[in-house]
């Protein structure tokens, strides 16, 4: 079967979870109506089903190359990319005035959870230039901005972020990267840098770089870090575009799976760059996009998810095996119904959570509210970890269910799992992400995290009446999760950081229960029957993490290097 775009799950979700209505009501997005959404919904979905999903295959099969120090991308990728690029669908996010739509993130977030299902390798590469969009936007000076906002948000340049090196990977403060001035404004920028997404390519006029480096008085660490960005081709006074850059692209890498995306090993060679934000304020501006990239690639998760699961119900539709009743498909097995259950609940709490984030992102933008700006800072790390976390389940569950064939490439069921599997690594770990909810984001002691308890016990308390039994179990999740939060912020970071994992997913399964529970109310018997297999068997699992986060460090760190030795 092929992808489809879950367009209408997009339109009940927004409509009676994550109430979207609140964004659209205020000033800065009162364009963005139910009527516009929806319109946006349905064009973004054609496009994915019938311009991006096809080419999903031929990125696997045949994958980007470097040729000559140029990188040839997969057949049809640049056909591809120049239908995104012209339906306006990179400056989605971008504002008018630079020619952008101006939309609300919480739309582009559902936009982009349906290109990544579709083609999660070509996705990557609007998804870097609406990042280094939004840096510009908020950091860059005028003329940074004149020049390269209008070509990236048109879709003639494309963008990239370069952070990592081969001896600074998370740790981004122990980059060699320099930075020396050229007197002239411009800076001369040498060193290397991995893992760069989309690096090169053969469809854009310019790739236009935001590279991490130290300038000569930089201080050692992260606060001696600066930005600058550095073009393929250095763009004339005229907005032409002038000679090449002394950069280029190294290596591809040889990876598991995203193979139509090439990520490369990029060499500076005293590139030519411009400063982007203050000197030694990098990190501030790179976390602009960072943060971005973070809920998009939670995104790329489900979006892979959507697509795994979609491969696996039609496959179970269709197979024939063993003696049921009913259909003769496989579908008809407990365990296959297990398995395509357990997929379907976890994409709606892991989608319910994205955009979720997207709304507090977009409310804290439109109202420079602090309590929506602190939603939007603890959903995120939630909204990374747990989507990919999804994404890379139910890719392994939807091999699963083909049973031998999802083993046999041709099936493209493995694919979705190689694909994803990547997204619980970069834009940090998922590790990470627990840890900086454990740390940063409790930093107020919780009060953001109660805050959200609070409406899921009182939305819990409205439905007891209709659905007591579900009801229940979710008010006493959240009470638990609530316990729980108090004993964390009690400890230090050390007995914080080794639970951090468990008290995320913990943390997510709660949150699923209040989704559910709230589409249950407003659904049909579908919505109703899902939520009762997730709120039953599926959220009792915080159970167990949050026993898993009341023991601490001590028994963990306890065991030696040693002890784990092979």
């Known amino acids: ?243 090449r850059n002394s950069l280029r692209v190294v290596s591809l890498e040889h990876k598991l799976g995203l193979h139509g995306s090439p990520t490369a090993v990029m060499s500076y060679e005293g590139a030519t760059g411009w400063l982007v934000g203050p000197e030694h304020g990098g990190m501030a501006a790179m976390f602009t996009m960072m943060n971005n990239a973070r809920l998009g690639v939670g995104t790329q998760g489900i979006g892979a998810a959507e697509g795994a699961y979609q491969a696996a119900y039609a496959y179970a539709m269709e197979r024939k095996q063993g003696r049921v009743g009913g259909t003769g498909t496989i579908i008809e097995h407990a365990d296959v119904r297990r398995m395509l259950a357990t997929m379907k609940a976890d994409i709606f709490v892991a989608r319910s959570i994205a955009l979720a984030c997207g709304v507090a992102i977009d409310m804290g933008n439109a109202t420079g509210s602090d309590k929506w700006k602190a939603r939007a800072a603890l959903l995120t790390p939630i909204a990374k970890a747990f989507g990919t976390d999804t994404g890379i389940e139910v890719a392994t569950t939807g091999i699963q269910v083909h049973g031998g064939m999802g083993f046999i490439e041709e099936t493209g069921a493995a694919q979705y799992l190689r694909d994803v599997r990547v997204t619980a690594i970069y834009e940090g770990t998922n590790g990470i992400q627990a840890m900086d909810l454990v740390a940063r984001k409790m930093m107020d002691g919780g009060e953001a995290a109660f805050r959200l308890l609070d409406e899921i016990e009182a939305g819990a308390d409205k439905a007891k009446t209709e659905m007591p039994e579900l009801a229940e179990a979710v008010w006493q999740s959240a009470e638990d999760l609530r316990e729980t939060i108090e004993w964390l912020v009690a400890q230090d970071v050390t007995e914080r950081f080794a639970v951090a994992v468990p008290f995320l997913k913990g943390f997510a399964r709660v949150l699923g229960g209040h989704y559910h529970l709230t589409a249950a109310l407003a659904g049909d018997d579908a919505r109703k029957r899902l939520a009762s297999f997730y709120i039953n068997r599926m959220l009792p699992e915080h159970v167990g993490l949050f026993a898993h986060v009341r023991e601490g460090a001590s028994d963990l760190m306890a065991i030696t290097p040693d002890d784990l030795a092979v």
């Open 1 to 243: 079967m092929p992808y489809r775009s879950p367009v209408a799950d997009f339109r009940f979700i927004l409509e009676n979870v994550v109430d979207y209505s609140k964004v659209s009501e205020t000033e800065a997005f009162a364009e963005a109506t139910k009527d516009t959404v929806d319109a946006i919904l349905d064009e973004a979905g054609k496009l994915c089903d019938n311009e991006i999903a096809p080419l999903n295959r031929s990125g696997d099969l045949y994958p980007a190359k470097l040729e000559n120090g140029n990188v040839r991308t997969s057949p049809g990728f640049a056909q591809g990319y120049q239908a995104i690029a012209e339906g306006g669908w990179i400056g989605i996010c971008a504002s008018e005035e630079e020619g952008g739509m101006g939309l609300p993130l919480t739309i582009a977030t559902a936009v982009n959870d349906m290109m990544s299902g579709a083609c999660l390798a070509l996705q990557l590469n609007p998804l870097m230039s609406q990042g280094q969009i939004e840096a510009i936007e908020a950091h860059a000076s005028e003329e940074i901005k004149a020049t390269y906002l209008p070509k990236l948000i048109s879709g003639e340049w494309t963008g990239t972020m370069n952070l990592t090196e081969p001896q600074a990977g998370s740790d981004v403060g122990a980059l060699s990267t320099k930075a020396e001035p050229n007197g002239d404004g411009s800076f001369a920028i040498t060193g290397q840098k991995i893992y760069i997404t989309w690096a090169d390519n053969d469809f854009a006029e310019n790739i236009c770089h935001l590279v991490l480096a130290r300038l000569p008085d930089g201080v050692p660490g992260t606060k001696g870090i600066s930005l600058f960005m550095v073009p393929k081709f250095i763009p004339n006074e005229d907005g032409t575009l002038g000679e």
